[in-house]
């Protein structure tokens, strides 16, 4: 198998296992110095408001995931539930509080939202200066000519994970699962920028199989427990599965899996990101550092200000409760 692998580093005797979580954790480090240096310069911790609008499973493991994330390296981490029932414009009422609101460093809303709400109204209604996932059209814009701007940090870490890892990407037939603004289309456009030569699948693609057989790097994000399995990779592959879906674990629980049939696929693979603790724990560092970044833009051109706001409930619609979830240190 190894001959197969192209530089990989893959040992013949199994698949490796790309873990997101190390890395994750190194980040970590660097992140929390990095926001005691903040809280120490400019007075208090920055907020990353997140804003759940009704209960969706996914999102909820996830979100769980970054306020522990915002504890742990020192920020306040602040979850803004809004009922199903919020109209748009509550919504973006809402949002324009916290765009507003100068203890506010970033806002991130998750996705899904409810099928009535006009997802373009909603980005467009967050700060591109808060927008630490990179969902606003003028980061997305920024990011497809190439700019810097804040990215969409799930597509980033499925990148980042690849190249921390020592997987050369320049040059790789890689085919991308999924074409979401949020992850399959950004991640597609970062992997041209490392010079992979990129596929896009997507629901109406006719023959998933034909192509993903094609492919030296697979990155998978369609949210469809076991949509790749086995018998449709290349052996050597290697996978980057950003899936995240809630089955049965068959015991009356439920567990956590990818969009990749981990059993089938592990004998052929040179390399796979595990679920959970693969692309998902480097998706919160890196929201994290995105979040850094934006509170230093603020705080330095006086944007930025601990006092009266910072922990400060929003008020907010009928439909809207908040509760501070984080820490303010
Ligand atoms: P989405 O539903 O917005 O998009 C799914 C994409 O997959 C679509 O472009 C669709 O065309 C494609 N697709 C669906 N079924 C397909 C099929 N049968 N064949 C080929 N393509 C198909 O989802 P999303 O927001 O892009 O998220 C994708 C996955 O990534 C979900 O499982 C989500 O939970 C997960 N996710 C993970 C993280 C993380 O940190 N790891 C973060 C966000 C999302």
Not at 235 to 252: E, K, L, T
Not at 290 to 319: I, N, V, Y
């Amino acid at each position: 198998m190894s001959d197969e692998l192209d530089g990989t580093g893959i040992a013949a005797s199994g698949p490796r296992l790309l873990a997101g979580s190390p890395i994750a954790a190194e980040m970590r480090v660097g992140l929390t110095r990095d926001f005691a240096a903040f809280r120490e310069r400019w007075g208090a911790a920055p907020t990353l408001a997140i804003v759940l609008v009704g209960a969706d499973a996914p999102s909820a493991v996830y979100l769980q995931q970054i306020l522990r994330t915002c504890d742990r390296v020192g920020v306040d981490g602040r979850l803004v539930e809004i009922g199903a029932g919020v109209t748009s414009d509550a919504l973006c009422e809402e949002i324009e509080r916290l765009n507003a609101d100068p203890s506010v460093a970033g806002i991130i809303v998750q996705m899904p939202l409810p099928p009535l709400i006009p997802l373009r109204t909603v980005i467009d209604s967050i700060d591109p200066a808060k927008d630490v996932d990179g969902i606003h059209p003028r980061n997305a814009g920024l990011l497809s000519l190439g700019y810097d701007g804040f990215l969409p940090a799930t597509a980033q870490a499925s990148v980042e994970i690849l190249k921390r890892s020592g997987i050369e990407i320049a040059g790789k037939r890689v085919v991308v699962i999924g074409r979401s603004n949020v992850v399959g289309k950004p991640a597609a456009l970062l992997l041209m920028r490392e010079h992979g030569t990129v596929t896009v699948l997507h629901s109406r693609t006719r023959d998933l199989a034909h192509h993903t057989r094609d492919a030296e790097i697979l990155v998978v994000a369609a949210g469809r427990p076991g949509l790749v399995t086995g018998d449709m990779l290349m052996p050597g592959v290697v996978v980057v599965d950003v899936g995240i879906n809630v089955v049965s674990d068959g015991a009356g629980g439920e567990k956590l899996v990818g969009d990749v049939d981990f059993e089938s696929a592990r004998d052929v693979v040179g390399a796979i990101t595990p679920v959970p603790g693969g692309v998902g724990p480097l998706t919160n560092a890196l929201l994290l550092s995105h979040l850094l970044r934006a509170a230093t833009d603020q705080a330095e051109s006086g944007r930025w200000a601990a006092g009266p706001a910072a922990g400060r409930l929003s008020g907010g619609p009928a439909a809207a409760s908040a509760r501070n979830a984080g820490t303010s240190r």
